[in-house]
C-alpha cells in the first residue's frame, strides 16, 4: 500500500493550497483517508476524514470553515482544499488509510503517506 501526499509548499497568509493523497494497493473505495499534521515540536494532530463513501467528514475545529475534504474514487485520491491559510496551519500534512469509517484518531489509521510540507508565512 502507498499513499502519495502532495500540493505543500510556501504561501502567504490568507493564500490558498489544494493538497492531493493517490493512494495504491489497496482498494481505494473501501477505505476512509485522514489528513493529519505535524508542527515542529508537535505533536501529529487531526485536521480532516472522509469516509469511504464520501458521505461523512471530519473536521478539526481549528479548520473548520477554512479547509474542505473530498475525494475522487475513480482516481483514487483525496483532496484538501485549504483556504485562509494562517502561520499557525504550517506543518507537515500527511495522509493515512484506515478501513471504512472516518475517525479522529490517528491510532486507528493502518497506512500512512511521507508527507508534505506546509508553510504559510506572515
Known amino acids: 500500500v502507498q499513499l502519495q501526499a502532495s500540493g505543500g509548499g510556501l504561501v502567504q497568509a490568507g493564500g490558498s493550497l489544494r493538497l492531493s493523497c493517490e493512494a495504491s494497493?489497496?482498494?481505494?473505495?473501501?477505505?476512509?483517508i485522514g489528513w493529519f499534521r505535524q508542527a515542529p515540536g508537535k505533536e501529529r494532530e487531526f485536521v480532516s476524514a472522509?469516509?469511504?463513501?464520501?458521505?461523512?467528514?471530519l473536521y478539526a475545529d481549528s479548520v473548520k470553515g477554512r479547509f474542505t475534504i473530498s475525494r475522487d474514487n475513480a482516481k483514487n485520491t483525496v483532496y484538501l482544499q485549504m483556504n485562509s491559510l494562517k502561520p499557525e496551519d504550517t506543518a507537515v500534512y500527511y495522509c493515512?488509510?484506515?478501513?471504512?469509517?472516518?475517525?479522529?484518531?490517528?491510532?486507528?489509521?493502518?497506512?500512512w503517506g511521507q508527507g508534505t510540507q506546509v508553510t504559510v508565512s506572515s
Open positions: 493515512a488509510a484506515r478501513p471504512w469509517g472516518a475517525t479522529m484518531s490517528l491510532e486507528t489509521y493502518n497506512f
Open positions: 494497493g489497496l482498494t481505494f473505495s473501501n477505505y476512509a
Open positions: 472522509i469516509r469511504w463513501s464520501g458521505s461523512n467528514v
